[in-house]
């Protein structure tokens, strides 16, 4: 079906009305897939002050706003009314430096880590790095502090620090996570290169919906649906606050030493969301394993399945 006028004119708004937005999946505080959550870290490093629409509001949205730009995929993000392009372009536009100059900011100098490479690891690299000229070792640090380490060329947009005479190149955000790591090398079964990050935030607590359940009529916990409006009116739980704009604006003006629980349909975007509340500096998060799913299995039988 054609884009009506009337909602080209919404968009058209929506674009004009902020100097940087972001049409996605989710929004900024809880991005509801990969590629958003990508070009969420990029724009929280660049500029804080962008604005988030979240297309999984409506069919019409998610649909119309592929065709208003003529862009099939989602993100996609406008700077100052002109659109700038989806998450791989993102990324390539800030390796190149045309993001920051498109977003008017300069990128943030991250200064070199500190790194501990073990005698059994740096014997592994130097034999590796032997094998590979002209290559050099790579560190990322992921949003979610997952690492990976890899050989690729240097690259001069990447922070070098130097481990006893060992290069190390890492991009500017994983820089800013990776001070004080230790990488070492473990022997046996499951052998493999081990990274110790000392500023890995702690981790999403899983609970199983009996469990939930108890806690929830003990008091010792509050609980989020971070599902749309559309899966909430299928099936809900009594007790969980909607995290749309209200419920984002209660959930950020709580202590951070509140306990949280979220939950979406099985657990997968729920866990995302919990991810993304650790790193907001909420000290005890719980994703509901199995999801409402699971509620309705073991708990509530009256909640329908969909």
């Not at 800030?94 to 740096?122: F, H, M, Y």
Request: with cysteine; glycine share 6%; charged share 25%.
């Amino acid at each position: 079906m054609p884009l009506s006028d009337a909602f080209k004119s919404q968009i058209a708004d929506l674009i004009a009305k902020h100097q940087v937005v972001l049409f996605m999946k989710g929004s900024r505080h809880f991005p509801q897939c990969g590629f958003s959550a990508q070009v969420v870290e990029i724009l929280n490093e660049l500029a804080p002050g962008y604005e988030t629409v979240n297309v999984l509001s409506s069919p019409e949205l998610r649909e119309g706003i592929k065709e208003y730009s003529e862009w099939p995929t989602i993100p996609q993000l406008y700077v100052r009314g002109q659109f700038v392009g989806g998450c791989d372009i993102v990324k390539e536009l800030k390796e190149s430096g045309e993001l920051q100059r498109l977003l008017g900011s300069d990128t943030p100098v991250a200064a070199p880590p500190r790194l501990t490479i073990t005698r059994a690891a740096r014997k592994i690299l130097d034999a590796t790095l032997a094998e590979n000229a002209g290559e050099v070792l790579h560190l990322t640090i992921d949003q979610a502090f997952q690492p990976d380490l890899f050989l690729a060329p240097a690259a001069p947009s990447k922070v070098e620090t130097d481990c006893d005479g060992l290069a190390v190149q890492l991009d500017p955000a994983s820089a800013r996570r990776a001070d004080g790591i230790t990488i070492d090398f473990v022997e046996g079964e499951n052998s493999g290169f081990r990274i110790d990050n000392p500023n890995e935030p702690p981790k999403v607590k899983q609970l199983s919906a009996p469990q939930l359940k108890a806690m929830l009529d003990r008091g010792e916990v509050l609980l989020f649906d971070v599902r749309p409006d559309s899966e909430r009116a299928i099936a809900s739980i009594a007790a969980a606050r909607s995290l749309d704009r209200e419920g984002q604006e209660f959930l950020f003006g709580l202590p951070r030493e509140q306990p949280i629980a979220l939950h979406c349909h099985h657990g997968i975007r729920s866990q995302n969301a919990a991810q993304q509340l650790l790193s907001e500096g909420f000290r005890t998060v719980y994703n509901l394993s199995g999801g409402i799913e699971a509620w309705s299995a073991t708990v509530d039988e009256s909640v329908p399945r969909y």
